[in-house]
Antibody
Framework: QVQLVQSGAEVKKPGASVKVSCKAS????????ILWLRQAPGQGLEWVGW????????SYAQTFQGRVTMTSDTSIRAAYMELSRLRFDDTAIYFC????????????????WGQGTLVTVSS | QSVLTQPPSVSAAPGQKVTISCSGS????????VFWYQQFPGTAPKLLIY???KRPSGIPDRFSGSKSGTSGTLGITGLQTGDEADYYC???????????FGGGTKLTVL
């Protein structure tokens, strides 16, 4: 079955960077975009962007442009999201998710999620 | 401030039906497909509805979706206490070039 396993919780200081990993199994990794979203404590879902593991193409939400970098390594079926110049309001759970794929008309939603990685920005 | 508008909370008795609305605009719901997630505290979201009204395999037909104009609606019939969760609508926004979400609706089954 499809499984996405994310790296563990992180505590970072303001201005630092964090890199979250997402290791996939149970499906053809190169064939599906990986989506990244986040959820601040007690808040709703927020779109971060996506990466096409096959081509390396990425698309980032305007909010994160210039601070986020998504990469992938197909040899180990892993995707990464790095967020730099961290601020206190970047404290959130970061989720990776496998795009639903071509069997839909809609875009960029998922039926398979990682467990989430809590990133805490604290001085 | 979320791009899509949902009621913060809804409630109904076990066995009853509830609907959750999701209001947007022509740049998002009006010209794109709506999906819905269910989320329990401390867990990742779960896909309930996609393409406005389709259910992934394993989702019971108590859950339904519809769309009209710039609004989407999630319906849940035969409410169970296990349905108590947060529900989020989402879709692509062609102006923002991003996925946008509602602020979430907390369902209470009284």
């Amino acid at each position: 079955q499809v499984q996405l396993v994310q790296s563990g919780a992180e505590v970072k200081k303001p201005g630092a960077s964090v890199k979250v990993s997402c290791k996939a199994s149970g499906y053809s990794f190169s064939d599906y975009y990986i989506l990244w979203l986040r959820q601040a404590p007690g808040q709703g879902l927020e779109w971060v962007g996506w990466i096409n593991p096959n081509s390396g193409d990425t698309s980032y939400a305007q909010t994160f442009q210039g601070r986020v970098t998504m990469t992938s390594d197909t040899s180990i079926r892993a995707a990464y999201m790095e967020l730099s110049r961290l601020r206190f309001d970047d404290t959130a759970i970061y989720f990776c998710a496998k795009d639903y794929g071509p069997d839909s008309f809609g875009w960029y939603f998922s039926d398979s999620w990682g467990q989430g990685t809590l990133v805490t920005v604290s001085s | 401030q979320s791009v899509l508008t949902q009621p913060p909370s809804v409630s109904a008795a076990p066995g009853q039906k509830v609907t959750i609305s999701c209001s947007g605009s022509s740049s998002n719901i009006g010209n794109n497909y709506v999906f819905w997630y269910q989320q329990f505290p401390g867990t990742a979201p779960k896909l309930l509805i996609y393409d406005n009204n389709k259910r992934p395999s394993g989702i019971p037909d108590r859950f339904s979706g519809s769309k009209s104009g710039t609004s989407g609606t999630l319906g849940i019939t035969g409410l169970q206490t296990g349905d108590e969760a947060d529900y989020y609508c989402g879709t692509w926004d062609t102006s923002l070039n991003a996925v946008v979400f509602g602020g979430g609706t907390k369902l209470t089954v009284l």
